[in-house]
């Protein structure tokens, strides 16, 4: 039985991806260093802000101290924050795939954002009181595509909730390859969302093309049916 629903934030319900492009590119661009959107998109955006220093990092052949790389993810989270302002981030269907799923079980998100960043759009659009359980960026001891932050998820959830939850009873909900290598070895089954990627790049058990087809019929039926 489908017992709950574990959303990526950034590519699922946030249209924030391309604004993360751009707050990256403007702060390297302040480094010397030039960052083109097909290699953010194929390269860096899997990893939480400090995984996608430290990929820049290796790739560039720069050598930043932990201090450095600290104050360039500041500068890249209050750029992101001004990109934000006066207007909603959200994916069409977003709020209304919540609402309608919210009924029926518990949610969560498991992302590589960081708190303030998916806490200031969820209250913003009215979104907070679904997600008992946030797990961000300073939440897992391993970013994705390890399975850390989903299997802190759903523990998470099991406190919160007061019953016992295993992976398995859940569905997560991606819109990237690392997200949905990171809620596959948790043992979450999946369903890929091409907000970002085509069908063909998402290993999901199950692809949509938009959020309007998460209902509550449409996941249970997967869930039921197993791999």
Do not use: Q
């Not at 990929?55 to 890249?76: C, H, N, P, Q």
């Not at 970002?196 to 249970?220: G, K, M, Q």
């Amino acid at each position: 039985m489908l017992r709950a629903i574990v959303f990526d934030f950034d590519g699922v319900i946030a249209n924030s991806e391309p604004l993360h492009f751009s707050a990256l590119k403007d702060v390297l661009a302040g480094e010397g260093l030039t960052l083109r959107e097909p290699d953010y998109y194929a390269r860096y955006l899997g990893y939480d802000d400090l995984g996608a220093f430290a990929a820049i990092s290796a790739d560039f052949g720069v050598s930043w101290t932990e201090a450095e790389v600290a104050a360039l993810m500041r500068r890249k989270a209050a750029r992101l924050e001004r990109l934000e302002r006066d207007r909603s981030v959200l994916f069409p269907g977003a709020g209304a795939a919540i609402r309608r799923l919210a009924a029926h079980c518990c949610l969560a998100i498991a992302s590589g954002a960081l708190r303030a960043e998916i806490v200031r759009v969820l209250a913003r659009e009215d979104l907070a009181r679904y997600f008992p359980v946030v797990v961000a960026a300073e939440d897992a001891a391993a970013g994705k595509p390890a399975p850390d932050p989903y299997l802190r998820a759903v523990a998470l959830l099991a406190e919160t909730t007061g019953a016992p939850l295993a992976p398995s009873d859940c569905v997560a909900v991606e819109d990237s390859r690392w997200g949905l290598e990171s809620a596959r070895a948790a043992g979450l089954r999946t369903v890929g969302v091409t907000h970002t990627y085509r069908a063909e790049e998402l290993p999901a058990d199950l692809v949509v093309d938009n959020l309007d087809a998460l209902t509550w019929e449409f996941l249970s039926k997967m869930h039921a049916e197993g791999p």
